[in-house]
C-alpha cells in the first residue's frame, strides 16, 4: 500500500551482487515491480564493478553508473518515482552519487533498521537534466525479531527464548 497512486515508482532498480550469492535486492523488489507490471532494472554494478566492504575495484567510483543511470529514468518516466532496492554497504555512495550531502552510514549496530529503511530523494528537472533538490530519511525502525518474539511469548504466558523447547510429535 505504500506506493499507490502518484507514489507509484515508474521504474525500479535492484543491486546486482554479481557473484554466487543470492540476488537478494532483485528478490525483494519483485513483488512491489510484479503488482506494477514493471521490469527491474538489474544492471548495476556492471561484473567487476562491485565495491563490497568499501574495498572496490581500481577506478571504480561506487555507483556512479547506478546514480546516472536512475537519473536518466527519471527523464525516461517524466519525473518518476524510481525505486531503488540497493545492498545495505552501498546505500550511503548510492546517496552519495545521487548528490545527497553528507549521506548517512547504515547502522548495522541497531537492528530496528536491519531491513526497514527508506530514504526519499527529490530531484528538480533542469535544463541540464536533474539537479539533486532534497533528501528524507523515511525510516520509522520496528521492533527487532528477538523483542518481538519475547513480547508475543509473554502475551501467552511462555518464555523467549525457549527453556525446554520440545518438537511437536
Known amino acids: 500500500r505504500v506506493f499507490q497512486g502518484a507514489l507509484a515508482p515508474k521504474s525500479i532498480f535492484a543491486y546486482r551482487y554479481n557473484s554466487a550469492s543470492c540476488e537478494r535486492c532483485l528478490q525483494a523488489g519483485l513483488p512491489t515491480a510484479t503488482s506494477l507490471q514493471l521490469m527491474i532494472n538489474h544492471s548495476f554494478p556492471r561484473p567487476g564493478h562491485n565495491c563490497e566492504y568499501f574495498r572496490c575495484p581500481s577506478g571504480v567510483v561506487p555507483n556512479q553508473e547506478a546514480a546516472e543511470a536512475m537519473r536518466a529514468a527519471l527523464t525516461e518516466t517524466g519525473g518518476g518515482p524510481v525505486l531503488a532496492v540497493w545492498e545495505s554497504f552501498n546505500v550511503q555512495p548510492l546517496l552519495g552519487q545521487l548528490g545527497v550531502p ?23 528537472k533542469t535544463p541540464d537534466g536533474w539537479a539533486y533538490g532534497s533528501y528524507d530519511k523515511l525510516t520509522e525502525g520496528m521492533p527487532c525479531l528477538s523483542s518481538r518474539m519475547a513480547a508475543s511469548a509473554a502475551e501467552n504466558n511462555a518464555t523467549w527464548p525457549p527453556t525446554n523447547f520440545q518438537s511437536a510429535a
Open 102 to 124: 553528507d549521506p548517512p552510514p547504515w547502522d548495522w549496530v541497531n537492528c530496528e533498521y536491519d531491513y526497514n529503511r527508506m530514504f526519499k530523494v527529490t530531484f528538480t
